[in-house]
């Protein structure tokens, strides 16, 4: 595999996609294009965008019998990249829930970057690697007001007398492809969240294009028994999305 060094390597100006394969197929492959395409525009940058038949075409070509998978692509000035990886979630980890914790970095909710999954990655990366080291699943990132906004590769939704709220998208977040899912398919109250509001909610669980919908057993402290509305969702996103044990 040939890669050109330009500012996408130099200076993480770039974009990229994590697509879950379910035997062979891109779940949501559509949105995920539209999203990687708009940031190409939103960025401003000179690129041809992605389309479907670059994907597939890669995907015939890099076929085998395995149910589940990743696709990544990967997008800069001078590169195309598609990759697989192995899927690694386990029905262990939806039966368990993540425990989170709450990152010391502030998320900057007045970069563009914050907005789009683009190669500036490195404080999801560094934060979640933390938080496992400190027994954690998932940091939760605040911004610098203190709001609620994401976790470092998931989006966050709080339950409280069974109504759904979530961080709107002002507070410094990315608009996740299974976030949009959820708030398109249920009453979801967008709104700025605090700490003490999150730590407060009856239950609380996180979406991301890989695992999908799950639940949550505890944010460094607090302990939350309830994950009753986080499994009815992914009961129904099971159904719509072929994403299936």
């Known amino acids: 595999m040939l890669i050109e060094l330009d500012e996408g390597y130099s200076f993480g100006l770039g974009l990229f996609e994590t697509i879950l394969l379910y035997k062979g197929k891109p779940v949501f492959l559509d949105k995920h294009l539209a999203r990687i395409n708009k940031s190409i525009v939103d960025l401003g940058w000179n690129i041809k965008k992605i389309e479907k038949d670059e994907v597939f075409q890669y995907l015939d070509n ?21 990759l697989k990886r192995e899927y690694t ?12 914790n709450i990152s010391e970095v502030k998320r900057n909710e007045t970069s563009i970057f914050t907005f789009h ?6 404080d999801n990366s560094l934060e979640k690697r933390k938080s496992k080291k400190l027994g954690y699943d998932e940091p939760i990132f605040l911004n610098s007001k203190n709001q609620v906004t994401e976790g470092a590769t998931s989006n966050i939704f709080a339950v409280v007398r069974d109504k759904i709220y979530t961080p709107k998208l002002s507070c410094g ?3 996740g492809i299974v976030r949009q899912y959820v708030i398109s398919n249920y009453n979801v109250i967008e709104s700025e969240i605090d700490l003490e509001f999150l730590k407060n909610s009856d239950e609380i669980f996180l979406t991301n294009s890989l695992f999908g919908i799950i ?15 986080s499994k009815e969702i992914f009961k129904n996103y099971e159904k719509n999305s072929c994403y299936r044990f």
């Open 62 to 82: 890099n076929k085998n019998n395995f149910e589940y998978e990743v696709l990544k692509i990967v997008l800069s000035e001078k590169n195309r990249l598609f």
């Open 117 to 122: 999954k683009t190669l500036n990655y490195g």
């Open 89 to 100: 979630y386990t029905e262990k980890d939806y039966q368990k829930g993540f425990s989170l």
């Open 215 to 229: 639940g949550v057993n505890s944010l460094e402290d607090k302990i939350f028994k309830s994950q009753k509305i």
């Open 173 to 175: 977040l990315l608009n």
